[in-house]
């Protein structure tokens, strides 16, 4: 990976159509301030939740910054199947919000994403050993499926607002996995029993992931201004598993830019207690591919 190493590229957001998978795939990208293509950077995929947007997710998680302040690229991704004036990932035996599955011969996102790392690098300078996946809602859930999915592509993962241990999990190795979720979102309750997709608590999955991950079987738990911290320790592969829980917060980006009250009206609070870019970035430093 890297052909693209030494060849400079503009910084700043660029909308790329690529043909992956016999399909028409959109995605933007955004080079950090002060790329010059001659040293391999992190890649980060940042998924938007379902009925939304690649340039919406931009927006709603705020990742630009980070990328320019750590020197990462960032890429967000948009799916395909339609919902409303957005689209829907296709994560496999999941069904979609409502209940209904993906259409048949809807696009394989599992293989999209993975093939998305390859295209990008072809592009980009990047460090295959340093590849990580994010997203929101429906975007955490797909970055779940990630870990277990696409693990040889993906060092580690950060859900936000969506965490799950799908299973069956067919991971050869350990996942780093970081998760984020408000203790009152009302989309993707914190405590389980929501939509069809949404059914086992967030701390259920964090547990689960602790328990694939062989760490220790009792989390340190520490309390910080606004969050509570749910760290599984002793992992196999010198991984981790964290929970990151809101208090009070709803189904948002933590730390992202302040959002609309017209939005936060629906999907509950915003909270400022943790920046999930920078929290999440010095996690993925931590876990390489190995």
Not at 199 to 219: E, I, K, L, N, Q
Request: proline share 8%; with cysteine; hydrophobic share 35%.
């Amino acid at each position: 990976m890297g052909g693209a190493c030494g060849h400079s590229v503009a910084s700043g957001s660029t909308t790329l159509s690529l043909s992956i998978g016999g399909r028409t795939r959109v995605v933007i990208v955004h080079v950090p301030t002060g790329y010059s293509g001659t040293s391999r950077l992190p890649l980060v995929l940042n998924l938007h939740g379902s009925g939304s947007t690649a340039s919406a997710q931009e927006a709603f998680s705020g990742m630009d910054a980070a990328s320019d302040r750590y020197g990462f690229i960032a890429a967000y991704p948009q799916a395909l199947i339609k919902a409303g004036t957005g689209f829907d990932w296709n994560i496999p035996g999941v069904p979609l919000l409502g209940g209904s599955y993906p259409p048949p011969g809807s696009a394989d996102d599992v293989a999209f994403l993975t093939d998305l790392v390859g295209q990008l690098a072809s592009r980009y300078c990047i460090d295959a050993s340093r590849v990580y996946a994010t997203g929101v809602s429906g975007g955490g859930r797909m970055s779940s499926q990630l870990a277990c999915d696409a693990s040889s592509t993906f060092a580690a993962v950060a859900p936000v607002a969506g965490l799950r241990m799908p299973s069956p999990c067919p991971s050869n190795r350990p996942v780093a996995v970081v998760a984020f979720h408000g203790t009152a979102d009302p989309i993707d309750p914190y405590d389980g029993h929501g939509q069809a997709y949404w059914t086992y608590s967030v701390p259920v999955a964090a547990r689960r992931w602790g328990t694939f991950d062989h760490c220790r079987p009792s989390p340190a738990v520490a309390s910080g201004s606004g969050y509570t911290l749910t760290d599984y320790s002793g992992c196999a592969g010198g991984v981790s598993v964290e929970l990151y829980s809101l208090i009070g917060e709803g189904h948002e980006w933590p730390g992202g830019p302040r959002l609309p009250r017209s939005i936060r009206s629906v999907l509950g609070a915003q909270s400022q207690a943790v920046d999930a870019n920078a929290v999440m970035w010095a996690f993925f430093e931590e876990h390489t591919l190995p």
